[in-house]
């Protein structure tokens, strides 16, 4: 791996774990944004705005001469999960937890805030530091950051998660595709309820749930091309109150994620299909309700290509893999509509860590640095002027 300054990496740290014990939920990082500015404002050469209640940005002109505006982002904002990792650094908020790295994203962005405003002479043009709020929970923070104007003559968006699967020690870098649009969903089927010895003189919702579920299953598998990735998941079913009544109604929901766009657009319908034939069938009715989330994320083929020479440069210990595409989403993708971006995923576990979004989730602090070091080349790097 590469190496930072030693008080630099343990600042980085110190940041991180602060952050892990102060934990706020999307669009409530009051502290944490307050947080953020404080530690900003220690820098030298940076301006600070919140363009938001619960973002913070930072900018910096480079004193090398004009050049390009990159945007560099971190995500701020944690997950609605009881801790149990009995680290020392525990989240100090019952059931609330930095569950999927966030603060490690926080901490590697203001590391490199110090770095670079110390260094103001290897930057050209412009960069600006954006700690958004609300990653977790859509319509999310980077719509309404857009939308405030924080794309306006930017040139390039690169974004970094930590990834506990993946060893410390490596990058992802992919062209195109890598992670999904995740949309979801919420069905009420609405029966008739009853006495549980006497089903006859009902329309079961139980049941009909049951076949909608199984049925669910045949959209991915039987109705689309097997080349075009998708996921429908069922992931919530409440039902009933008592072991001897049938209710009159039951509610499902659940997560579909794509890739390809008219996959996407096509998804209620065949959704809809399905649960209006199972339905009928029965005797009963329903209502459904389609979220469509944020939008699939793209890497643009030709600045990841830079950011891969940048990591082979800066990041010589580090092993550069291209990857797969997952099925996650990130509202990142929302800067990708107005200029091209590039998400990079950097190795913080390995095989055995917990998954993200568990209560046991912790990062390879080492990954740390990977990151800090990442987001100060690719500033260096891309505000050069073409």
């Not at 039902?239 to 049938?246: L, R, S």
Request: net charge negative; charged share 20%; aromatic share 6%.
């Amino acid at each position: 791996m590469t190496v930072i300054p030693t008080e630099r990496a343990a600042q980085v740290i110190a940041w991180r774990r602060w952050l892990h014990q102060h934990p706020e939920l999307s669009f409530h990082e009051h502290r944490t944004a307050q947080y953020v500015e404080d530690v900003l404002g220690t820098f030298p050469n940076v301006s600070v705005t919140r363009p938001t209640p619960t973002s913070v940005l930072a900018t910096l002109t480079g004193t090398a001469g004009p050049g390009r505006t990159v945007l560099l982002r971190a995500d701020m904002d944690a997950l609605p999960i009881q801790e149990d990792t009995g680290l020392d650094f525990a989240s100090q908020t019952p059931g609330v937890m930095h569950a999927c790295g966030h603060d490690g994203h926080t901490a590697m962005l203001l590391g490199a805030v110090q770095e670079l405003s110390a260094h103001p002479d290897t930057v050209h043009g412009e960069v600006r530091f954006i700690f958004q709020h609300a990653e977790e929970l859509f319509p999310g923070g980077a719509r309404e950051l857009v939308d405030a104007g924080l794309m306006d003559g930017v040139d390039a968006a690169v974004g970094t998660h930590l990834m506990s699967p993946v060893p410390a020690g490596v990058i992802v870098l992919r062209d195109g595709p890598l992670l999904a649009s995740p949309d979801s969903f919420e069905l009420t089927i609405h029966g008739k309820g009853g006495h549980a010895a006497f089903p006859h003189t009902t329309i079961d919702p139980v049941v009909i749930a049951a076949q909608v579920i199984l049925a669910f299953q045949t959209v991915i598998s039987r109705q689309r091309d097997p080349v075009k990735a998708g996921v429908l998941s069922v992931t919530t079913l409440h039902g009933g109150m008592a072991h001897n009544v049938i209710p009159g109604e039951v509610t499902l929901g659940g997560s579909v994620r794509t890739f390809d766009p008219e996959l996407r657009a096509d998804m209620p319908r065949r959704m809809e299909q399905v649960v209006k034939g199972i339905t009928d069938a029965y005797g009963a009715t329903y209502t459904l309700v389609y979220h469509t989330g944020y939008d699939a994320v793209n890497n643009d083929p030709g600045l990841t290509q830079v950011l891969r020479e940048v990591a082979a440069e800066a990041l010589p210990d580090v092993s550069l893999h291209p990857g797969e595409p997952l099925m996650g989403g990130e509202d990142f993708s929302a800067y990708m509509t107005r200029v091209p971006g590039s998400f990079i995923l950097i190795g913080a576990g390995g095989p055995d860590a917990a998954p993200h979004h568990h209560p046991k989730f912790d990062i390879d602090e080492r990954a740390l640095e990977v990151g800090t070091r990442m987001y100060v080349a690719a500033a260096q790097r891309l505000t050069q002027p073409e």
